[in-house]
């Protein structure tokens, strides 16, 4: 497909300065060695659980470039700079691995934190957060496959659901929309069915709840025409935040071990059919279902504009928004909201030792797919030349 229209680097890079884009470069050059990553990664763990003096580095290397920062208000810098170039946050309070009841409901009061906080903010019309952000997986778990809960963790879902409410409830009397993040498979139908809950409870008018299909898996578009059903039958409106996926070598692992199919899709061009399918079908659907564009991927962001044209959808329907993460793929983002596209950046903060796993992720993640990190530094590569001549 022509990729002319995120070409354009100077708008891609025009938030950043000189040497913010050299620490691109540093960084991306080094995600793109495998064998880098392992390596920094494991040391990077090490000295955070010694309490090695590391945080300043990290701050100034990785976390400062895909991270907004420790907090809201630290935040606030890249929020107004993202907006001044029509570029909205999705502020992503991205601790993760806690198993705590305290942890949850710090992390309940910090979502809804957000949404008040977005409520007085233009530049941020959206929140989100992850089902184990607030019960442990274990519960999640047992629900999905169908196990009976103990009395003690069925107060302890209850409590779950409390939570899901509490944040649902805020939002839609603030008129912020929340995105609910999708995790592993084998947790991920308890988390759907309680968000078609929050969806038929919220959702009446216009979608403020949006639950999150991975596309890397082969039933999720099955999944959705299911729940369209229900959601016609019902009278509730669906949003949907769809994505290729984040867990693929766990799930692959996982089914190989337990001796059960793998879920996801059975190659790089299956999952982009199922994925580009996946958001025909929604913009087929457009008055029932909202999207939330979660996508790196060229073609199919290509794709998404060919489909709006061709179906006279305006570019800034509030139905239809494209999200990238803070710190990658500027080209698309900033090149789209020059157009006039609804545009967000998923900016992760919280505190540097407990950021870490999201951030190994990312590393892990960005030298898995073939191409990204390349395209990157590709692009990177050009606007320093760009800026010398």
């Known amino acids: 497909m022509q990729t002319s229209l995120f070409d354009n680097t100077e708008n891609a890079f025009k938030l950043k300065s000189d040497s913010e884009l050299e620490r691109a470069y540093f960084l991306f050059k080094m995600i793109s060695k495998e064998p880098l990553v392992r390596i920094g990664t494991a040391a990077?763990?090490?000295?955070?659980?010694?309490?090695?003096?590391?945080?300043g580095l990290i701050r100034s290397t990785v976390f400062d470039h895909f991270c907004g920062g420790v907090n809201e208000e630290d935040c606030m810098t890249s929020v107004d700079k993202l907006y001044s170039a029509n570029v909205c946050s999705v502020l992503d309070y991205s601790v993760e691995g806690k198993e705590e009841e305290a942890s949850f409901d710090e992390c309940m009061n910090k979502v809804i934190g957000l949404v008040e906080f977005a409520d007085e903010k233009d530049a941020m019309p959206i929140v989100v957060f992850k089902p184990t952000g607030?019960?442990?997986?274990?519960?999640?778990?047992?629900?999905?496959?169908?196990?009976?809960?103990?009395?003690?963790?069925?107060?302890?879902?209850?409590?779950?659901?409390?939570?899901?409410?509490?944040?649902?409830?805020?939002?839609?009397?603030?008129?912020?929309?929340?995105?609910?993040?999708?995790?592993?498979?084998?947790?991920?139908?308890?988390?759907?069915?309680?968000?078609?809950?929050?969806?038929?409870?919220?959702?009446?008018?216009?979608?403020?709840?949006y639950n999150t299909l991975q596309c890397y898996r082969h039933d999720r578009l099955e999944y959705l025409k299911k729940l369209h059903l229900e959601a016609r039958a019902r009278?509730?409106?669906i949003g949907m935040k769809i994505v290729r996926g984040a867990y693929m070598e766990k799930e692959n692992k996982r089914a190989k071990?337990?001796?059960?199919?793998?879920?996801?899709?059975?190659?790089?061009?299956?999952?982009d059919e199922n994925f580009n399918a996946t958001m025909r079908y929604i913009f087929e659907n457009l008055d029932d279902i909202s999207l939330f564009l979660g996508t790196h991927n060229e073609d199919s962001s290509l794709?998404?504009?060919?489909?709006?044209?061709?179906?006279?959808?305006?570019?800034?329907?509030?139905r239809v928004w494209f999200g990238q993460l803070y710190g990658m793929s500027d080209h698309i983002s900033f090149n789209l909201s020059l157009e006039g596209y609804n545009v967000a950046k998923y900016l992760p903060f919280g505190p540097v030792k407990d950021v870490m796993p999201y951030l190994i992720r990312r590393a892990e993640e960005n030298t898995s797919v073939a191409g990204q990190t390349n395209r990157e530094l590709e692009l990177i590569k050009a606007e320093r030349k760009r800026r010398k001549l």
Request: some cysteine; aromatic content about 6%; proline content about 3%.
């Open 257 to 271: 071990e337990k001796g059960y199919p793998t879920p996801i899709c059975k190659d790089k061009r299956a999952t």
């Open 235 to 237: 009278d509730f409106k």
């Open 303 to 318: 794709l998404a504009v060919k489909l709006m044209g061709e179906m006279g959808i305006a570019k800034d329907d509030n």
């Open 44 to 55: 990077t763990r090490f000295a955070l659980n010694a309490n090695l003096p590391v945080e």
């Open 134 to 209: 607030v019960g442990r997986f274990a519960i999640w778990q047992k629900l999905t496959e169908g196990t009976a809960l103990t009395s003690e963790e069925q107060v302890e879902w209850e409590r779950i659901k409390e939570r899901m409410h509490a944040i649902c409830k805020i939002a839609k009397e603030r008129d912020v929309e929340v995105l609910i993040d999708g995790e592993e498979s084998w947790m991920q139908d308890a988390a759907d069915d309680m968000v078609a809950e929050l969806m038929a409870t919220y959702n009446k008018e216009k979608p403020i709840v």
